[in-house]
């Protein structure tokens, strides 16, 4: 009955946090707030001690952590000594690479276990995928052997599933944002060029027409 009594409330924990999770998700179109969000918000009403987000860098090729819970939280939204780690090294590496979540109930018996602030005996990694693709991790590490459950694999899996479709935005939108800026410098160049230039300067296209003088 004791037993029971407690899944019920951990359930109920859970639910509350995925709850509040979604509701302040729905105003979020920024990489890093929602990042932050998972890891200062959701990961805490868990009772974990440690939590990082990994976002994909696909230029890079490599995964970039963006926010962190616990020793690697710097305050004020900025993460201790951060890291990169490329697709298929370490076990957030490895996950990325698969797109299957991973409970690791004992990391020195795993030789893909990689410590980076200190060293921790389990570790969660579960992939934030959208459209078949992973687009960054959830990992936290836990002192404990055999901390993480089944139980909080399925929440974290719920809460990744809702996240991917924010973040794939969010990536969308600094990319967008990112060409206009380059393109306003272009235009902003160019202009200047014209401006102190002594010749004429005509501008045609691949069809001989004038497009500008």
């Not at 900025?78 to 409970?103: W, Y």
Request: with cysteine.
């Amino acid at each position: 009955m004791l037993e029971q009594n407690q899944e019920l409330s951990e359930s109920k924990q859970f639910l509350s946090s995925i709850n509040g999770f979604v509701t302040k998700l729905l105003d979020q179109d920024d990489i890093q707030t929602i990042s932050w969000e998972i890891a200062e918000n959701v990961i805490h009403s868990f009772g974990f001690t440690d939590c990082v987000i990994y976002i994909l860098n696909e230029e890079k090729g490599c995964l970039e952590q963006v926010a962190a819970y616990g020793s690697k939280d710097a305050g004020e939204h900025t993460i201790k000594d951060p890291i990169q780690l490329p697709l298929g090294q370490g076990i957030v590496g490895s996950v990325a690479m698969s797109g299957i979540a991973e409970i690791i109930p004992d990391t020195s018996k795993d030789p893909r276990y990689i410590a980076d602030d200190e060293v921790r005996l389990s570790e969660i990694t579960v992939p934030i995928v959208f459209e078949n693709k992973v687009i960054g991790i959830i990992d936290s590490e836990h002192p404990e052997a055999d901390f993480f459950t089944e139980k909080h694999l399925e929440t974290l899996t719920i809460i990744a599933n809702l996240a991917a479709n924010r973040l794939k935005n969010a990536k969308s939108k600094r990319r967008q944002e990112k060409a206009e800026k380059e393109l306003r410098e272009s235009e902003t160049k160019l202009r200047t060029v014209i401006n102190s230039a002594l010749d004429a300067i005509i501008t045609i296209d691949d069809k001989g027409r004038i497009k500008e003088w």
